[in-house]
């Protein structure tokens, strides 16, 4: 072969072959990488976000595990309570059935992680119950004597009264000129009663009562008479004896379970006639009295009803009795006047108040109590006559200190706003209960 055939056919090998001449002159190309592969940042991202989602996840069920488990405390809290709300009104009832002083006994379901809360010198609750907001309400206000408890209280009252009276006998021409005689007395009394009183609680909501009273009487009478001149008589009086007796039974016709409801009471006094009558003193032949009486010289009963109204922090009393007395035959001669046959007027007395603790030891009481007294009617030589009606309102104030769980001092005052109650009366009572 020629030399000129030899460069054609070399030639036309290049124009049929031209890459596999290059890449046998020229290194081999980067391959580059498929379009499908991802790129090693996003393929080391991936991990990381889904542990992110994980923990989360953990944490979310977490908390919701923590929300059930207290919403279950909830449930139960609420539960514990419901119990205890019904145990403490059911525990109120039964001490407010029984008049007990002291709370109630705390619920065997009560937890008892919390110390337990004193007070001064008394294991009593911290917050006063309805027998200590009437401990000074006036006496036979309050609530009943537990059962099987006995109640014995000293008492000593000291009422003070008097009276100025000024009677004109005769005519009067004209203004300031008087044809007749003209008395003037002026009246001091003063009565001391020294009272020894036992209640006893039969059942919870049954109490019986009795009442000894000794009585010492004083009386100043001044009397000064105008006729033709001035006599002036002055004589002082005194009397020291046994009272009345009376006896009472009280009955509790409800036992609420709501703490907010009212109690009613009924009660029922019988009084006697041990006293000293005033039908059986001494009188001069003026009709004068020489000696003073200490009872009221006739039986009695007196029904009653009480109603006490709890309103935390205080409590509303309220009551209402009637005293009937019965008549009798007198039949005694008295400065030439037969006195026969006596019926002596009823009397009825309503009052009103509360009572208010500070705290389980202290409390005071403010009230108002008045009666209304009827008229006597009097047999004298034969005719009848008729006394005129009394109205006696007195102001009560008291307050008391509970000593202890089993004693207490209590301090009450009356003061009259009319012109037929005594000035003022002050008793100091001194229960003990066993």
Not at 113 to 127: F, L, M, R, Y
Not at 252 to 273: C, T
Not at 409 to 414: G, R
């Amino acid at each position: 072969m020629s030399h000129a055939t030899t460069r054609w056919l070399c030639a036309g090998c290049l124009i049929l072959f031209p890459r596999a001449a290059w890449a046998a002159d020229d290194p081999a190309p980067t391959q580059a990488a498929p379009a499908s592969a991802p790129p090693a940042a996003a393929t080391q991202a991936a991990p990381s976000i889904e542990r992110q989602l994980a923990d989360l996840t953990a944490r979310v069920a977490a908390q919701q595990a923590q929300i059930d488990a207290q919403q279950k405390q909830i449930t139960a809290d609420r539960e514990e309570i419901a119990v205890l709300r019904r145990e403490t009104a059911t525990d109120l009832a039964a001490a407010r059935a029984t008049g007990i002083g002291t709370q109630a006994a705390v619920p065997a379901t009560q937890t008892s992680s919390a110390p337990p809360q004193e007070t001064v010198g008394d294991a009593q609750a911290a917050k006063p119950d309805i027998a200590d907001k009437t401990q000074a309400v006036p006496q036979g206000q309050g609530v009943l004597t537990p059962a099987g408890k006995t109640t014995v209280q000293a008492s000593l009252t000291y009422i003070r009264s008097a009276n100025d009276r000024l009677v004109f006998a005769g005519i009067e021409l004209v203004p300031g000129l008087q044809i007749g005689s003209i008395q003037a007395s002026t009246a001091d009394r003063n009565t001391t009663i020294d009272a020894l009183t036992i209640w006893h609680g039969f059942t919870s909501r049954l109490e019986g009562e009795l009442m000894i009273p000794a009585m010492i009487r004083t009386d100043s009478i001044h009397l000064s008479q105008v006729r033709d001149g001035t006599v002036t008589e002055g004589f002082d009086l005194h009397e020291s004896a046994i009272g009345d007796i009376e006896g009472a039974l009280r009955w509790q016709i409800n036992a609420p379970l709501n703490p907010e409801a009212p109690i009613f009471i009924a009660g029922l006094r019988v009084k006697s006639d041990t006293g000293v009558s005033p039908f059986s003193i001494a009188y001069d032949e003026f009709g004068i009295a020489h000696g003073l009486a200490t009872g009221s010289g006739f039986w009695g009963v007196q029904p009653g009803l009480t109603v006490l109204l709890p309103s935390d922090p205080a409590v509303i009393y309220g009551g209402i009795s009637y005293l009937y007395q019965f008549a009798r035959d007198i039949d005694r001669t008295v400065n030439g006047t037969l006195i026969g046959h006596v019926r002596p007027g009823g009397a009825i007395t309503a009052n009103i108040g509360f009572g208010f603790a500070i705290n389980p030891r202290f409390s005071f009481s403010l009230g108002y109590s008045h009666t209304y007294i009827m008229p006597t009617r009097t047999e004298l030589n034969g005719s009848f006559q008729d006394s005129s009606t009394l109205q006696a309102g007195t102001l009560d104030l008291g307050m008391s200190y509970r000593v202890n769980q089993r004693q207490s001092v209590t301090l009450a005052f009356q003061f009259g706003v009319t012109q037929d109650a005594p000035g003022v009366a002050m008793t100091l009572r001194l229960p003990f209960t066993f």
